[in-house]
């Protein structure tokens, strides 16, 4: 099967600029995750979707960054305006079953490596 | 927050040795996940272990658990150069759905 899927790769901008992240998930996986991994630490929840409602996004900087899932399938994140502790790596990870709780393994695509300067 | 922590957080072995991480945790888990990462790449799911388990094998891995301690390692054994990555442990709180990732164990395996 096809993994997920996530562009760009990476992106360069300078603070107070947009930017926006693109992530396809395995095809019929209902949950859709994306976090924020800084360097030399684990993978920090965004924002977890299932279908297309948001589950959980209680560690998302609203005032910055908002999330959407269309139709349940695609997302896309947005940050803006940029700081610089942005500078980042966002990864999408996507499940079949509802709730990682529930012995659901997570997917990962390979991520976009985000640098604000 | 982070609920897993591991230790140590990094390790340095020669090929063919056995390399072993542990993971400790705050509070009851309905499972504990790891993952390993390679450098500019995504997670990849390794082994699922649900509280009721104490150990659990896939091929040259072996992972342990005792919720007594809150405590589960990781065991990768006769390493190959290809095992270099972090480790990650991942658990899911047993009042909650969430899944919270640890800082990592990054391994490095010397040919």
């Known amino acids: 099967e096809a993994g997920v899927a996530q562009s760009p790769r990476y992106k360069i901008i300078e603070k107070r600029q947009s930017v926006a992240f693109w992530c396809n998930p395995i095809s019929g996986h209902a949950t859709l995750y994306w976090y924020q991994q800084i360097l030399g630490q684990g993978p920090k929840l965004l924002i977890q979707?299932?279908?297309?409602?948001?589950?959980?996004d209680s560690q998302l900087p609203k005032d910055r960054f908002s999330a959407e899932r269309l139709k349940g399938v695609d997302s896309t994140l947005k940050i803006q305006p940029a700081k610089l502790e942005d500078s980042a790596v966002y990864l999408c990870?996507?499940?079949?079953?509802?709730?990682?709780?529930?012995?659901?393994?997570?997917?990962f695509g390979n991520g976009t490596r985000l640098t604000v300067t | 927050s982070q609920q897993g922590e591991e230790d140590p957080q990094a390790l340095s072995i020669q090929e063919g040795e056995n390399a072993t991480m542990n993971c400790s945790y705050k509070t009851s888990i309905n499972n504990l996940q790891w993952y390993r990462q390679n450098s500019g790449r995504g997670l990849v799911h390794l082994i699922l272990i649900r509280s009721n388990e104490r150990e659990k094998h896939s091929g040259r891995l072996r992972v342990t658990l005792d919720t007594s301690k809150k405590s589960s390692s990781l065991l990768i054994t006769a390493s190959r150069a290809a095992d270099t990555a972090s480790y990650f442990c991942a658990t899911a709180p047993g009042d909650d759905y969430k899944l919270s990732f640890g800082a990592g164990t990054t391994v490095t395996v010397r040919a």
């Open positions: 990870a996507s499940s079949s079953a509802a709730g990682t709780g529930f012995n659901s393994p997570l997917h």
């Open positions: 979707f299932q279908n297309n409602g948001v589950v959980d």
